[in-house]
């Protein structure tokens, strides 16, 4: 249990990388989302196609089907919530966004999966905490309420991307899984910007410098890292720990870009904080299922 830990504050201190990155790529939204997918398939594959090729031979057909279904889901999430950005405030779309712990503990529930009522306490205090840490700002327009219902979808699809990686985790390896859920999710958001006639070439060096390493840290580090954490975690107790990624984003921006985050958003941050740690204390204490 400890490397699982691990892998998951690493994770967290790599996905919170995704935000500044994406904020300096000088490149579209959904170029990015496709990019960061596609060179961690070229990094992947010669891994799982050589030393690592009995986990891909082994999949049954079952396994390979919900590896599929999850590389599609993670490509609808990054099709929605990139571009929500685009249409309705930041703060907005990170706060709507952030609702995927509640989306996962219901898909847990109608799967009759036991969700503990510290875990929904945990999620009720870490949604609000993020809400407020993001100061989101609902506008009323056409527009922006465009962009806040593709940030909820953002929130879903995550939640079922984590729910169906749950569960191909519990048969198959980490390498096998990623392969082929990365795959599936960057030929779909390859064909995304062939047909919207989105750009995939053309940036600046500093933009494929980012590029890289967005995809050595929040997607090969960060996601793998995740999925591997989730043969023995809940998708949904993931799906809280991740809200730490808006605290991280926020100081790595700090750090890295000067963006100061505004003193509004400590008590958000906080309740955030405590948010998840009832969630893991909570899934700490629950016995082991025999």
């Known amino acids: 249990m400890r490397t699982t830990t691990l892998a998951l504050m690493i994770a967290v201190v790599a996905v919170s990388s995704s935000a500044p990155l994406i904020a300096y790529a000088a490149a579209p939204a959904l170029a990015i989302a496709f990019w960061r997918n596609a060179l961690a398939v070229g990094v992947l594959a010669p891994v799982a196609l050589t030393s690592r090729r009995a986990g891909l031979s082994g999949l049954d057909r079952r396994t390979a089907v919900l590896c599929a279904l999850a590389g599609i889901a993670l490509a609808a999430h990054f099709a929605t919530f990139v571009p929500s950005a685009k249409l309705t405030t930041a703060a907005a779309a990170t706060a709507m966004v952030c609702t995927q712990p509640v989306w996962a503990a219901l898909i847990a529930a109608a799967r009759r999966v036991p969700v503990a009522p510290a875990t929904w306490t945990g ?26 219902l593709l940030a909820v979808a953002g929130g879903m699809a995550g939640a079922v991307y984590m729910t169906l990686g749950e ?60 999925n591997y954490a989730l043969h023995r975690v809940s998708a949904t107790t993931v ?20 963006q100061v985050p505004a003193a509004r958003s400590l008590p958000g941050l906080a309740l955030l904080v405590v948010g998840v740690a009832v969630v893991v204390l909570g899934a700490a204490r629950r016995p082991t299922a025999p």
């Open 167 to 226: 569960r191909a985790r519990a048969r198959t390896t980490t390498t096998a899984y990623t392969t082929v859920c990365y795959t599936v999710c960057a030929v779909l958001l390859g064909v995304v910007c062939l047909a919207g006639g989105v750009p995939l070439t053309g940036f600046d060096r500093n933009t494929w410098l980012a590029l890289g390493a967005l995809t050595a840290g929040a997607q090969l580090l960060g996601h793998s890292l995740v």
């Open 239 to 258: 799906s809280v720990l991740l809200l730490l990624e808006v605290p991280g984003a926020g100081l790595l921006a700090w750090a890295w870009l000067g």
């Open 123 to 148: 999620i009720g205090l870490a949604v609000a905490g993020a809400v407020l840490a993001t100061g989101a700002d609902l506008t009323v327009s056409g527009r922006a309420v465009t962009g806040d």
